[in-house]
């Protein structure tokens, strides 16, 4: 019998808690324990650490759709990999959770995390070296590379399209626009598929550069006197500080065009997870549960031309090394950002969509 641990690690997001409950099933279904590590790395910074054995009753299969995670994913003010480095406690963060996961006993440990704690991993990798380490990637912000999807983005998508159905009734009641900001920190993608999901007449994305000019033609020239403009929360204007959708916002008053902003925030985090989410778990769990068959270890699980696969962590970082694009010299970019040739840019662009100046 094997003994699994699985932490849930960095900024939540819908879909956490499908993942866990399917590889609770898969293991179960092997014979295998299942132990939850609470609180993310909090829960090796204890003692004894923070664990739970799961079994059905604690996580049952209709509470998997809900968002959050059920393992926690860790106090801001709890000493973690960055702040015991700033303290200079590398050395003793590390060797206590070293210690507690020897105390657990487990073969493998199943990390569900974002870029940060992926390369966090793979830079404390001696913390792992006794057991197998599998990662599972998880972001709204979509910005991971070597994998067409992280788990929750789908989900965030249609929270932040839903949000934009709703503001869409009350601007066409107005006569207004309203400028709806999105998360994902420097990458575009959440923006760009809601954007386009939502209808937005302009999408702002921080991959393309963009003139205020064009935007405010482009708004007073379309047919509707309503309608939504997306940005994403890491675009910036040179002179302008503050919220971008504020400095959107002021730029478009000032050129008389009456608006309004809005930030979903983190309702884009939560909500139901969709189906699409919520199958790439069940892919992932399979996936991460296959590779500890294997005596895999520092590997991530990826989705690639609908096949899901694992690669090697040390693979997953290298293509993740930020490189800067001649297209867009402000930015330092990697493969999983918006790339100029994204065909989602030439439909918006062809649907008479405002994306920026990259195309003509
Ligand atoms: O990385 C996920 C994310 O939701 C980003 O899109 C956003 O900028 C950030 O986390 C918000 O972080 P916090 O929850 O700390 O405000």
Same mark, same amino acid.
């Given at each position: 019998?094997?003994?699994?641990?699985? =932490?849930? /690690?960095?900024?939540? !997001?819908?879909? +956490?808690?499908?993942?866990?409950?399917?590889? &609770?099933?898969?293991?179960?279904?092997?014979?295998?324990?299942?132990? *939850? =590590?609470?609180? %993310?790395?909090?829960?090796?910074?204890?003692?004894?650490?923070?664990?739970?054995?799961?079994?059905?009753?604690?996580?049952?299969?209709?509470?998997?759709? &809900?968002?959050?995670?059920?393992?926690?994913?860790?106090?801001?003010?709890?000493?973690?990999?960055?702040?015991?480095?700033?303290?200079?406690? /590398?050395?003793?963060?590390?060797?206590?959770?070293?210690?507690?996961?020897?105390?657990?006993?487990?073969?493998?440990?199943?990390?569900?995390?974002?870029? *940060?704690?992926?390369?966090?991993?793979?830079?404390?990798?001696?913390?792992?070296?006794?057991?197998?380490?599998?990662?599972?990637?998880?972001?709204?912000? #979509?910005?991971?590379? &070597?994998?067409?999807?992280?788990? %929750?983005?789908?989900?965030?998508?249609? @929270?932040?399209?839903?949000?934009?159905? @709703?503001?869409?009734?009350?601007?066409?009641?107005?006569?207004?626009?309203?400028?709806? @900001?999105? #998360?994902?920190?420097?990458?575009?993608?959440?923006?760009?598929?809601?954007?386009?999901?939502?209808?937005?007449?302009?999408?702002? =994305?921080?991959? $393309?550069?963009?003139?205020?000019?064009?935007?405010?033609?482009?708004?007073?020239?379309?047919? /509707?006197?309503?309608? +939504?403009?997306?940005?994403?929360? %890491?675009?910036? &204007?040179?002179?302008?500080?503050?919220?971008p959708a504020d400095m959107i916002s002021r730029k478009l008053s000032a050129?008389?065009?009456?608006?309004?902003?809005?930030?979903?925030?983190?309702?884009?985090?939560?909500?139901?997870?969709?189906?699409?989410?919520?199958?790439?778990?069940?892919?992932?769990?399979? !996936?991460?549960?296959?590779? $500890?068959?294997?005596?895999?270890?520092?590997? =991530?699980?990826?989705?690639?031309?609908?096949?899901?696969?694992?690669?090697?962590?040390?693979?997953?970082?290298?293509?993740?090394?930020?490189?800067?694009?001649?297209?867009?010299?402000?930015?330092?970019?990697?493969?999983?950002?918006?790339?100029?040739?994204?065909?989602?840019?030439?439909?918006?662009?062809?649907?008479?969509?405002?994306? *920026?100046?990259?195309?003509?």
């Amino acid at each position: 019998m094997k003994k699994i641990g699985i =932490i849930t /690690t960095g900024g939540d !997001c819908s879909g +956490l808690n499908t993942t866990i409950q399917r590889i &609770l099933t898969g293991a179960t279904k092997r014979g295998w324990q299942v132990w *939850g =590590i609470l609180d %993310g790395t909090d829960g090796l910074y204890v003692n004894p650490p923070a664990a739970v054995l799961l079994n059905d009753m604690l996580l049952p299969i209709e509470n998997s759709r &809900l968002a959050g995670s059920f393992l926690h994913n860790g106090r801001a003010t709890a000493l973690n990999f960055e702040t015991a480095a700033e303290q200079g406690k /590398t050395k003793q963060f590390n060797a206590h959770l070293k210690k507690s996961l020897k105390s657990l006993e487990l073969d493998a440990l199943i990390l569900i995390g974002g870029n *940060g704690s992926v390369s966090l991993a793979w830079a404390n990798k001696n913390l792992y070296q006794d057991l197998q380490l599998i990662c599972i990637p998880k972001t709204i912000d #979509m910005d991971m590379p &070597l994998t067409e999807r992280t788990i %929750g983005f789908d989900t965030a998508v249609q @929270q932040l399209t839903t949000f934009c159905d @709703q503001l869409l009734l009350t601007a066409r009641s107005h006569h207004r626009w309203f400028v709806v @900001q999105a #998360m994902g920190r420097d990458c575009g993608q959440l923006a760009l598929h809601a954007g386009i999901a939502s209808g937005a007449s302009a999408i702002l =994305i921080p991959e $393309i550069k963009f003139d205020t000019n064009n935007l405010i033609n482009h708004i007073k020239n379309t047919t /509707t006197d309503y309608g +939504l403009i997306m940005v994403s929360e %890491g675009i910036s &204007l040179r002179g302008h500080s503050g919220r971008p959708a504020d400095m959107i916002s002021r730029k478009l008053s000032a050129a008389g065009i009456l608006n309004r902003t809005a930030f979903p925030e983190h309702i884009q985090r939560s909500g139901d997870t969709v189906a699409t989410d919520r199958i790439l778990a069940t892919r992932f769990a399979d !996936c991460a549960l296959k590779a $500890i068959e294997n005596n895999e270890t520092y590997v =991530i699980t990826t989705l690639d031309c609908n096949e899901v696969f694992t690669v090697s962590l040390s693979e997953f970082i290298s293509a993740g090394e930020c490189v800067s694009d001649p297209k867009i010299p402000a930015l330092m970019t990697s493969n999983a950002y918006v790339s100029p040739d994204d065909p989602l840019l030439d439909v918006a662009h062809n649907m008479g969509i405002y994306i *920026g100046e990259t195309k003509k």
